[in-house]
Nanobody, 116 residues
Framework: QVQLVESGGGLVQAGGSLSLSCAAS????????MGWYRQAPGKQRELVAV???????NYADSVKGRFTISRINAKTTVYLQMNNLKPEDTAVYYC??????????WGQGTQVTVSS
C-alpha cells in the first residue's frame, strides 16, 4: 500500500505561480511513475504531467513551457511548479502513483483556482 499526502494549491491571479507537492509513504520501494492529473467542473480528469522512476517526463500540451514536474527525496516526493497560470488551469489537482505491479494510488486532491 502507498499513502499520498498532497499540499499546495490555492487561489492565484492569472499570470501567477503555485507549487504542489505530493509525498508518498508506505510501500514506496515499489513506486514507478508519479504524476499529476486535474479535473475541472463538468470535465473528465486529464493528465497534467508525469515523471517516471528514471526521470523521463511527459506533459499535456496545454501546460508545456509553463509547468515543471520534478521528483526528489529518494523519488518518493513529486512536485509540480506551475507558472504563468491561466483561468483554464482552474481544477482539482490529483497526485497519481503507479506501482511496478500496476497498482494505482490517488491523492485526495487539492483545489487550484486562477482568477482572471
Amino acid at each position: 500500500q502507498v499513502q499520498l499526502v498532497e499540499s499546495g494549491g490555492g487561489l492565484v491571479q492569472a499570470g501567477g505561480s503555485l507549487s504542489l507537492s505530493c509525498a508518498a509513504s508506505g510501500s514506496t520501494f515499489n513506486i514507478s511513475d508519479m504524476g499529476w492529473y486535474r479535473q475541472a467542473p463538468g470535465k473528465q480528469r486529464e493528465l497534467v504531467a508525469v515523471v517516471s522512476s528514471g526521470g523521463s517526463t511527459n506533459y499535456a500540451d496545454s501546460v508545456k513551457g509553463r509547468f515543471t514536474i520534478s521528483r526528489i527525496n529518494a523519488k518518493t516526493t513529486v512536485y509540480l511548479q506551475m507558472n504563468n497560470l491561466k483561468p483554464e488551469d482552474t481544477a482539482v489537482y490529483y497526485c497519481k502513483v503507479t506501482s511496478r505491479t500496476w497498482f494505482v494510488y490517488w491523492g485526495q486532491g487539492t483545489q487550484v483556482t486562477v482568477s482572471s
